[in-house]
């Protein structure tokens, strides 16, 4: 049995649905609550589903378990109830961690490309554990995110006792389907695509710094499909262990995105910049692109989707059907 935490969510449903393709037997632990997230799971069932709240329970029954991925997070970048993010991201990825070196159990886990804070160069994004401790998040999803990989790694130095496989992959920007109920978190994928739908040009954020132009902010956008993957090459390879970056490899800027989604849904060009929220100006990371050294190293050889394909993909393969869902 594998276990997914976070499960029904984005990309935790993604893999839940490669998994269930390879007849995969899963254990998805997450909330569906009363919206539409249940859809997420609709084609692809797992054998079964908890709440997050019975998992420590379920673990003291000994289950026999192949590997966990840990995708569950409060992934919010403005989330401010720093008690229940430590609970959520820090503690629970603990008690997970040390159970699976208890009990011989693989563990792959989500880490994120927020715990490089406003890092602006391509050679600022090493994910080499040597210039961990030299990270500075800009926001408390980011820092709890930082702050287990510190946890891993300080393990690691200790000699403690470790999960036979141990990995954790720093997510940059992932969109792609199964992403409709994070909200405010969706991708601006989604976001813009909705705008040029409804007859309105596509809106970005003006840029909040004098040496970045409006729409030049740049980003690491990788199509889902990818991320699951990676995941999936991890647990076939499971002498492979290390702490790995999981974008594309390539900055685009949100220009470009927002030119990908419009030729992508057949509508005219049209952008306007609007002025950035109040609320992100500070913790807004104006650049990202995974430095992807380590995981080519680690023998990971597949292509990463572009960005014009990949937005092609979700734009006329999803979104434009009646049923948007994996």
């Not at 799971?41 to 026999?64: G, M, Q, V, Y």
């Not at 990825?93 to 040390?98: K, P, V």
């Not at 690491?220 to 999936?232: G, R, S």
């Amino acid at each position: 049995m594998i276990i997914i935490t976070g499960g029904a969510g984005f990309i935790g449903s993604c893999l839940q649905a490669a998994l269930a393709k390879r007849g995969q037997d899963t254990l998805v632990v997450d909330w569906l609550g009363s919206d539409l997230k249940w859809r997420n799971l609709a084609r692809h069932a797992p054998a079964r589903l908890i709440p997050p709240e019975e998992l420590d329970a379920f673990l003291e029954t000994n289950p026999k378990v192949d590997a966990v991925f840990h995708m569950g997070a409060i992934s919010e970048t403005t989330a401010r109830d720093a008690d229940l993010v430590w609970r959520t991201n820090i503690a629970l990825s603990r008690r997970l961690w040390h159970w699976c070196a208890r009990n011989n159990t693989r563990f792959i886990y989500a880490s994120s490309a927020a715990t490089y804070g406003a890092a602006d160069r391509p050679e600022l994004f090493s994910d080499d554990p040597a210039k961990l401790n030299t990270l500075e998040p800009l926001n408390l999803y980011g820092w709890s995110k930082h702050v287990f990989d510190q946890h891993v790694m300080k393990a690691l130095k200790q000699r403690a006792p470790r999960p036979p496989q141990w990995a954790g992959l720093k997510f940059f920007n992932v969109y792609g389907p199964n992403e409709y109920h994070k909200g405010k978190m969706i991708s601006v994928v989604k976001v813009k695509y909705d705008e040029v739908m409804a007859g309105n040009p596509a809106r970005l954020f003006r840029s909040d710094r004098p040496d970045i132009a409006n729409g030049a902010q740049a980003r690491d956008f990788i199509w889902v499909e990818d991320v699951v993957k990676v995941m999936l090459w991890l647990y076939d390879n499971p002498a492979v262990c290390g702490l790995f970056n999981c974008g594309s490899g390539t900055a685009r800027t949100y220009l470009d995105l927002a030119h990908a989604v419009c030729d992508a849904a057949g509508v005219a060009r049209k952008v306007e910049f609007i002025d950035m929220p109040e609320s992100l100006r500070g913790q807004y990371q104006s650049y990202t692109q995974a430095d992807l050294t380590r995981l080519r190293a680690a023998g990971y050889t597949e292509a990463f989707t572009p960005l014009e394909e990949g937005i092609r993909r979700y734009v006329q393969d999803y979104l434009a059907t009646g049923n948007p869902y994996l």
